[in-house]
């Protein structure tokens, strides 16, 4: 459209501008900023995100100023284009791995070699043969052949036992037969696949001889390389749009009857022997169950920051936007108030805040017991491989990692759901403007949104939990239990079982702490109460696990926060007052959780019924209050670039009014279009053929 | 792209059908699903629905094929040639308000005449003076002008009193000249004025020799009537994406000293005497006032509906979607269970199916009153008129609206709310596919999430609520309260307050509603000591204000609801079998609010912590699996047609899998895209001039 007139190029905000109210929000505050930052991220990390940055801003195709207009094909062309782009980076800058990952990050949107660059690769690296790696992992890694990780079908997701697609040994010319016998076998949701991939590892019910060995991984090219066109007896297409995630080209796939090599079964862990066509087991795929303890825990760490960047969005504009004057206010005031000092905006923003920094701590916490464990594993199996004894000796590594994948699948769950959630009260919390595409928050939770279904459905895995701690309340019930955290805090229970709780929750942070493993403790017995003695159906008791999967969790968060403001690490890295802050930032996070969820610390015994008042109306509003005047440099301290967030409303400059208006007035190609606005003129429909019959 | 193959055209989902397995659904049921359907609609309305939808079928305009997939452009265009083709239907077959209306619904999306065909024609009839319905609303009326209502700012949304466009009276030539003297009093957000209107009604506030007179209504003409091109010192355009809505062309506004002749201002109310240029105001604006209470009447109805899309679709859906066997189950059991039968979807939909119900019956309650209402004051109006006395005749008719008024802002906030939010459950209940566009949910949910900001923000409402209720707390106190509800569940809490309570809520379907009455009251009474006594600044009552104004509304829903169920109407026009299943929705509904809010009910006294164990462990379970064998009736009772669904997981036939298929790979313009999938080749990415400059 035609540039903006001078008189509206001439035209200001009214009343003080946002950049003089962020700096007034700066000054008032003592928060070191960059301290914090270093504290959450290392200064090499942070060195590293600024170096890429440069790098990205620099590339036309990086430009995000279209994102929000484009269309789906618009938009997952770009993508692809910047995919290609980065990987052509990568090769000449000489990247690692978590260079690129940053650079991703940094771009923010899922693109067409997503799957290719994570599951794909990691797939046959683990699951491939050495002559599988040559074959097809050295390839894929010089992008010489694209793929996809093709799991999930139709009809099945969760439940990968019972995918339908089967791939049938045949034992005459020692090949594989790959097929979809229903329309429900269709593959599905597969990223990179629906235009991108010309390869796709495909989990296939294995079968010989007529009898299912149950679903192995097999690589199948699925796309010629040179056309790109399906191969024959292929149907392989785009899924459709999704809420979010569209500039990925989530694909559908069936095969009819496809013949594959026997090479193409990824036969580290299992193959089919060609000469007697049998059934071969060899080593162990733990490592893989490890794999997936690893993803979920650095999900939980990105939840925090995933969360952060709606945060940062909505405190800033909150300390931008101004409505009303103050109710109590002499009625000669005219001045409007900012909204960050409503305290139902507080309420709604700065446990959120809170939220960002535990799960963040929590996250890191996470990954540092799994390396641990990793260590100890490797550690005992070379010792027993030395010592030539057998595997019981790796125990201890195997005990942890069995608390530690429960942690993983319950914190998982908890983390993306209050990230996700999160997201959608900051986009609120910003009023009419956070519907605009503009605030930057609607598409950034609509692409998240996904991660609380993968790698676990997050109801599903509070199952998970529930087995987990209902195992350990029958170890500690029968006096031999293992020596993990999660038996300890359920003997502390049971030995006080005549004694009951008396948690100081408002005046002591360490009894905060215990009245939430008080209060998991409580309903893992009640559980095991329900399960063991009462003998009641497990689908009658999957809203009680879920309960207790979600008690468990927010424990463990309440848990890693505590002990990472505890830490050496945290006292000399962050001056007095910013550790103090972030106290108050735990106890905030604490108490409004457990307020929220009041009547089952009630129920419990952990807490009085007037500890839950006083913690809803004088200890959460007291830390409103005091957390209040430092939430600019709190969410300063994420250190998100502008680039990065691409939203008006939480410039770091505060130039939000005249950014919405610049994007719509000069970026906005709808204004282009210009209409006959009667209904007697000739109705401006196109026919379209792809349009079905009515 | 090219049309599926023979092999795939003759794929068929696994094992029992979509259509099978929705029929034995609706064979293990006996509701009446028709007469549940007339309950809710009456019959009139329903013959209208179908014979209106017979006609829009027709119609290839409408064909919704492509709604999912095209681009914001092109989406624009289509829904203004839909509104230009509904214009000429309605002259055509000379349809009414109603059938105009029911023809939108039926289409779901927001059209461009959508705010020209509401607050344009409306505030014309309603403000304006016969002389300007001659001169603007006549030729409103035949779509000769094209307007939109523009008082939303940049800067300004609820605080009306803030905006800063201006008019300021000329007395030499009895003109105003409207000016935008900042960015921030940009017109902003308004519907239809981006692309489509050549008028507004432009809110500004009125200036008279330098004072200020508030915000006013002035008929603007901004675009020119055969190019369409704006018109001098006028600068407006579509403000860009949003979150949803995006078929609407909400729109900026900016002037730089336009002026526009005396009769712009609309003068039903106020005026500028021509002549003395002293500001008159004349009349009561108090229908107005009535005007706002009907529209939220009509929100917390809508409300209902719009929630029971979402839980049709996921609740048929749910029937249809099998995953894992039951755990208690043999091992030999193959079958996989519908998703319906675990308690942790269940106790997801089933209260949210309640909802629907309670909602509706609310809605229709309060529209009843207030039509009571209008006919008691324009009775006593008449009368008084006759007999020649003043205003104070009215007050029986004033004194319910005030009551009325606050009940729709607390209700307004609580409906759609628990609509929107619970369109997102409904969602996530159906999994992955959820989170496909084809779900049906995604789209409805974005589209409806502005109804949580406008016709007042949800959480700016819950103070008018909490005054009303204060003000009433304080004539209950003083001896002398008006007689409404609102005073009578306020008295009867105090006359008992040196005995308590004793409610039989899992025993007694009063006792139950009487029990929410009894939180209400307390925190009223709490909310007033709090006020009135400790003098607590009103900003640090802002949260206990939205929880009570919550409780007082969830109240009226369970009261509403439960009184709908005791008529006799729905006594004459349902079987004994459907109303006892209603009656199992108003106690699922009441119960669960009643765990969910645990804390206060026990605080308040109402109930014993036993009695909310109960709820949640005893009652709410054994609701659930009694209500579980109608579900897929009960949705059915809301009779929504496939066509206004649009949605795969919803069908009515249960031909989920094979429609998810069909629209992939039948209908998705993206699979027609052959890309070149390496990092070597060309970058696809092509050079856009809209780019911002780097």
Redesign the interface.
Known sequence: ?AP??D??KA?????PQGSELLQAERAKSNVAVEKLTELLFTREIIERKHRILEIL??E??F?K??N???????R???A??????L??IKAKHNWTLEDYRTASELISEPG?YGLHDSMFLITLREQGTPEQHELYLKKAEK??I?GCYAQ?E??????VR?L?TTATWNSADKTFTIH???????K??IGSL?????HAVVMAQLVIDGKSYGPHPFVVQIRDLKT??PLE?V?V?????????NTM?NG?L?F?KVKVPHNSMLARFSRVDPQTGKYVRQGSPSLIYGTLTWVRSTIVMQAGGVLARGVTIATRYSAIRR??Q???APETETT?NPVL????VQ?RLLPLLAATFALHFTGKAMMNLYAENQKIMSQSAADSSQRGTGPEETRSGSDLLADLHATSCGLKALASTTAAEGL?VC??AC??HG????SGI?TWY?DY??T??WEG?N?MLTQQVARYLLKSARHVLSGKPPNNNTTTILSTFLSRSDMGAAFDVLGSDSDLVSAFAWRTAFLTFEAAKHRDEQKK????L???F?RLSKAHSQYLVVKSFYEALESDETKTKVDEPTLKLLKKLFRLYAMHTLEQE??EF??SGAVT?RQ??LAR?VAV?KLLKEIRPHAVRLVDAWDFDDWLLDSSLGRSDGKV??D??Y?????????E?????????K??????P???K?
């Open positions: 459209m903006n007139p008189w509206v035209l200001k905000p009214s009343g801003k620099n036309k195709v430009d100023s279209q929000y207009f484009a269309g789906r094909i618009d997952f062309e770009t692809l284009a910047r995919a290609k782009t990987a052509n067409p992008y010489e694209i999930t139709l009809g099945h997701g969760s439940n019972g339908e979809s016998p229903y329309l429900t076998a269709s599905w949701w629906g235009r991108t991939a010309n790109h066109k007896n149907h297409g785009d899924i459709g749009p999704k809420f979010g995630y080209d559908f069936l009819n409505q009303f103050d109710r109590d409007e000092n409503y305290t139902m309420v959608e986009r609120r009023g009419g519907y605009s595409s503009f609607g609509a949104l996904p609380t279904t459905d109801y159906p497990w689908n009658d999957l809203v009680d879920y009041g009547s009630f129920a019924v839950i008042t109306t509003m009014y005249e919405m208006f994007r719509a007035s000069e970026l906005n190609p709808l204004n279009v210009v209409v006959d606005p009667y209904p007697g003129s109705v401006l429909f196109k026919e379209d792809r349009r079905s009515l």
